[in-house]
């Protein structure tokens, strides 16, 4: 441990600490602009400067190392008079256009020219003028007159995004941001650079010109674009989503989002939406009320049971709702008997790795990261990034293992290895682990396609297990039982949060089970193919309009806090769930003990399995190998979508709409 | 007259571009000696003991430079900077063209002092002539088993490559050079790490001026007690110096260094008939002026820092009674303003603030407060920056303010009065 002084006060850090972050350690700011935490000194805005006893010349905080025995001043003439000549500078080609600008209320450049410089300007003659609103790509604007080139962005896509494609262009006060080869910046994680920038300089097409940061209501939430479960902040005016910002300390996502989990969000205002509860009634949908609504799903299942068994009703659904909505979804069917019920609406099998299950935190350590299946740079993109810094940062080896024996090859000699699997085909799941088993230290993750596909299971959202994965008497999983509506054994089928039209491995077998049930219920955002097939359809509340958990791919346990109010009369889908267990007389548990048991549920991962285990396997035989399954070749490729086409709600979506002519 | 010709002898009188013209001289018999009888420590220890200080501007003691590099990190590289773009210098332009065999021997003896496999030279791009010369030199020497693998019949292995510069002044500073080198934005790099630890690709990485590494040719051949015994107490050796401006006979001088600055004059043909000396650069763009009272100082490294100014890269610039030193100002201004890579706040903003400050003065549209301004914010800024190069701008126009503030005043002073 290094013990020095910094502005009379003894701080003690480890070896090797910058005296920027030193500082930190007793609150006293430090004014930087390049230098960023994640990013490393660039050395290069001069704000930072302190002054060291025993050094002639001003030093920058940003790249000096605390020594033992070093006397350090953040204050005091010197510096201030350094500090107020960069600010000083900064502004000489500075448009000063706060009062217009975005970032104006949290722009470093505005807070420390309040705090350190001089009130008043000797410059006389006119600005540099550069390029404004320049279209960077889909998802940024660009004013190069308010960049102040401290290069976060250039940085940002050279070291973190591993993507050179942003650079400077031009020279000395003629300096520009631009792309390399001119076209558009494009890539998973654009929208970090607009909060990397320190100034207004790059901004998000979406938020351009739309409020002032005071406006608007700030709410930490998880979000749910995907299964990795980053934290994000959404900020609210007037009822209106108008951005998601990243969470700096956030362990989870290491402080970035990818532009799915920031753009991809436009929908909640989307006229599309679902308001009012729909009834087909020969043939075309009415909108009837929710006390309707209920009634009719309620005698439906009553009906049907009593007329063809429990084994003729069926649920599917989970992967996209909350943790406690999961939950509740099982326990109504389990309480009526019905054991069909399963999440897995799509491609993916499999959700909880099991025994070899690790924490995110396990990818940053491994010598060796074997790809098994799709990869995750579009499946589960903040993930991605975290394994390409163990690559660029510590050196591990990122294998895209073209079967088992390439996979067992790969890691010979290594210790510490994590395994990434899609979950679609459990042969795979099972033959990589068995070819890693030698690994000393294994660790396994299921990327998702439904971001909370793993609570889905722990809460009993499967065929075979019911809460906490209690092995349970097997019903039909979902393929088996779309399988058995086409031979017209299923009477009731309700489908909550999922779109199996759309997603499962044959769409047109999907359909055909459906309009082959009598009584299919769905709720849904959106009038999507699933649910203009229904009997009933449900309008839901989306994650942003709804208090919850949701579980990720490592099984931390994360809360969903509502920012925004549901169009009309839409409902949760635990609403929807409460309302119906009353109806049925068989009311769910109080919320007390619906959180409990999703605390428990989640908190005890399962030791007796791990990926590819057979339990997982497909029950049904036409649909899931009746036609192929391969992503790249088969009649899924469609859906091996990129980042901003988004979830099952992007045609839906006006931003994107917006940011795909932009680029076309 | 004290001029002596050392790197300069034959130049003028004998084609040196020719291999064999140069060998006849006794060329490359330095070269060959080190390989077969000296070792690298020893070529070192030459270099240490002449006492011979970098000649690109910043006067570092070459051996104590090689010094630095550590023991146990390989592979090491040698750089031979010739991108000599400093305002008022002209060796190394004249040195490649005139004596390509020389910088090329020099290089060679640098590399093996420092025991290194890979040189490179990297050339200013505007000098295509020099390149193509030394290019031909280059193919010459390496016909002629001069380098390559197992030179004359040892285990030494050294290999050199030429790069061409696009024209940057910047990539004259030497982690600029590497960044350039390397195919990367010429932009200095943020020291520490210095280029001695963490340079070329990641490996220690000496850089060495071409004069400098020239030097060690003759070094080789007399001694280094011959050297250290011309110049002064601390600033040992010869040195070209690049005279220009007022003088009559404008050119590349070498001389031991300690000549006074009248006795360089002189050298020169003196100034034209009728004119008033006013003040001298000597040390490139980068330096200060200085005056009427430093005509009989010692032109070494010390004196001249002594004098407010520096010895810098040895651009001599002259000025007589007819320099207009506005427009000098701005016209040096202006340069870095067009030369700052644009990296740090201090050197971006504050040398195009003042180019376009003095763009106005040049046109007579000064306005008050202007004078104060320009020293103020060329002091202010110096000693902030990155790189060397944006505490280039004050020497000069500070110098010849205080000296000169009522041309500057005048500017000013006219705009009011209309």
């Keep these: 441990m290094i013990n020095l002084t910094i502005d009379g006060v003894p701080v003690t850090v480890p070896q090797g600490t910058l005296l920027v972050e030193a500082a930190k350690t007793i609150n006293q700011e430090i004014p930087i602009y390049c230098y960023h935490t994640k990013l490393g000194p660039a050395g290069l805005c001069r704000i930072c400067m302190v002054e060291i006893e025993g050094m002639p010349k001003l030093q920058i905080a940003c790249n000096t190392p605390a020594a033992d025995g070093m006397v350090v001043h953040t204050c005091g003439e010197r510096v201030e008079e350094a500090r107020a000549v960069v600010l000083e500078l900064f502004l000489v080609n500075h448009p000063l256009d706060c009062p217009i600008c975005d970032k104006g209320g949290e722009c470093d450049l505005q807070d420390y020219a309040m705090a350190y410089a001089r009130g008043t300007s000797d410059v006389a003659d006119p600005k540099l003028s550069k390029p404004k609103a320049v279209d960077l790509g889909p998802t940024i604007v660009l004013d190069e007159e308010r960049c102040i080139v401290c290069q976060r962005c250039v940085r940002f896509d050279d070291i973190i995004a591993d993507e050179q494609q942003l650079v400077v262009k031009e020279r000395g006060a003629r300096d520009i941001i631009a792309t390399a080869s001119g076209r558009p910046y494009r890539h998973n994680f654009t929208g970090n650079v607009t909060e990397l920038c320190p100034v207004g300089a790059l901004t998000s097409r979406t938020y351009r010109f739309k409020s002032r940061p005071w406006d608007l209501n700030r709410t930490k939430t998880t979000c749910t674009q995907c299964s990795v479960g980053c934290q994000q902040f959404a900020d609210v005016r007037y009822g209106t989503l108008l951005r998601t910002m990243l969470v700096e300390d956030d362990p989870i996502s290491d402080g970035w989002l990818c532009d799915r989990g920031r753009y991809n969000v436009g929908f909640y205002e989307s006229p599309d939406r679902l308001t009012q509860p729909l009834y087909r009634k020969s043939g075309s949908f009415t909108q009837i009320g929710w006390d309707d609504a209920i009634i009719l799903w309620a005698e439906a299942i009553r009906h049907a049971i009593a007329a063809r068994g429990p084994a003729s009703v069926g649920a599917i659904g989970g992967g996209r709702l909350t943790n406690e909505e999961a939950f509740a979804l099982q326990h109504v069917f389990r309480a009526l008997g019905v054991a069909n019920l399963d999440w897995r609406a799509g491609l993916q099998r499999q959700a909880t790795p099991g025994a070899r299950g690790a924490s995110l935190s396990a990818v940053d350590g491994a010598e060796v990261i074997v790809v098994a299946g799709e990869p995750p740079a579009e499946r589960a993109p903040v993930f991605w990034l975290r394994l390409r810094k163990a690559a660029l940062r510590n050196r591990a080896r990122i294998v895209h293992a073209r079967n088992a024996d390439a996979a067992r090859e790969a890691v010979r000699d290594a210790t510490r290895v994590a395994l990434i699997w899609d979950g679609v085909d459990p042969a795979i799941g099972k033959g990589y682990v068995q070819a890693l088993s030698g690994v000393p230290e294994l660790a396994t993750f299921i990327t998702g396609e439904q971001s909370n596909a793993r609570g889905a299971e722990a809460m009993g959202m499967l065929p075979h297990s019911g809460p906490g994965y209690v092995p349970v008497p097997a019903g039909r999983d979902a393929n088996a039982m779309f399988d058995a509506a086409r031979a017209g054994e299923m009477a009731m089928l309700a489908i909550l949060g999922a779109n199996p039209v759309r997603n499962a491995a044959d769409p047109e077998a999907v359909a055909r089970a459906l309009e082959h049930t009598p009584f299919v219920v769905v709720s849904e955002l959106f009038m999507t193919d699933t649910a203009a097939l229904a009997t009933l359809v449900l309008p839901a509340k989306g994650a942003f309009e709804k208090y919850g958990t949701t579980t990720n791919l490592a099984g931390d346990l994360l809360p969903n806090n509502a920012s925004l109010q549901a169009p009309d009369v839409a409902l949760s889908d635990l609403e929807m769930l409460s309302a119906l267990a009353e109806q049925l007389g068989a009311p769910l548990p109080a919320m007390g003990e619906i959180e409990s048991a999703v605390i428990a549920n989640v908190a005890n991962p399962p030791r007796d399995f791990t990926l590819g285990d057979d339990r997982f396997a497909d029950a049904s035989t036409a649909i899931s190998t009746g036609t192929s399954t391969s992503l790249s070749t088969g009649p899924n490729a469609r859906r091996a979508s990129k980042i901003l086409s988004g979830g099952g709600t992007w045609l839906h979506d006006p931003w994107l709409a917006r940011m795909r002519e932009e680029v076309s | ?418």
């Excluded at chain 2, 001289?25 to 000696?33: A, D, P």
């Excluded at chain 2, 404008?250 to 000396?277: C, H, K, Q, S």
């Design chain 2, 1 to 418: 007259m004290p001029v002596t010709k050392v790197l300069t002898a034959g130049i003028g009188e004998a084609d040196l571009r020719d291999i064999g013209v140069y060998r006849e001289r006794g060329g490359y018999k330095q070269w060959e000696r080190a390989v077969r009888e000296l070792r690298p420590s020893d070529v070192l220890e030459l270099a240490e003991k002449s006492g011979l200080r970098g000649r690109g501007g910043a006067a570092f003691p070459t051996g104590k430079k090689w010094s630095f590099l550590p023991a146990d990190k390989y592979p090491r590289y040698l750089i031979c900077n010739c991108d000599e773009a400093e305002p008022g210098t002209f060796k190394d332009h004249m040195l490649l063209e005139e004596a390509p065999h020389l910088v090329l021997e020099g290089m060679l003896l640098g590399a093996y002092g420092i025991a290194c496999h890979h040189a490179y030279i990297y050339i200013r791009g505007e000098f295509k002539r020099g390149y193509e010369i030394f290019s031909t030199a280059l193919d010459e020497a390496r016909r002629a088993g001069l380098f390559g693998s197992k030179i004359f019949g040892s285990d030494y292995d050294l290999d050199i490559t030429v790069q061409r510069g696009a024209g940057a002044y910047i990539c004259g500073e030497e982690t600029g050079l590497i960044n350039s080198l390397e195919g990367k934005r010429g932009e200095p790099r943020l020291k520490p790490p210095f280029p001695a630890v963490e340079g070329l690709y990641g490996m220690p990485t000496v850089v060495n001026n071409v004069e400098t590494l020239a030097y060690l040719v003759p070094i080789l051949e007399r001694g280094s007690e011959w050297f250290s015994a011309a110049g002064t107490e601390r600033s040992k050796g010869y040195k070209i110096v690049s005279v220009s401006g007022h003088v009559r006979n404008p050119g590349n001088y070498e001389m031991p260094l300690g000549t006074t600055v009248r006795e360089i004059i002189d050298i020169a043909g003196g100034l034209r008939p009728g004119r008033t000396f006013m003040a001298v650069q000597p040390g490139g763009g980068s330096s200060a002026c200085i005056f009427d009272e430093h005509l009989d100082w010692p032109y070494d490294y010390e004196s001249m820092t002594k004098a407010g100014s520096m010895l810098g890269s040895g651009g001599f610039v002259v000025f007589d009674d007819t320099t207009d030193f506005v427009n000098a100002a701005y016209n040096l201004v202006r340069f870095f303003a067009h030369e700052s890579c644009g990296q740090c706040t201090p050197c971006r903003e504050g040398s195009s603030w003042m180019e376009r400050v003095l763009e106005r003065l040049v046109h007579h549209r000064g306005i008050p407060g202007d004078y104060d301004m320009l020293l103020r914010v060329s002091r202010s800024i110096t000693g902030l920056n990155l790189c060397a190069l944006g505490d280039s701008i004050e020497p000069f126009l500070k110098s010849v303010m205080l000296r000169f503030p009522d041309a500057f005043k005048s500017r000013i002073a006219e705009t009011v009065a209309r």
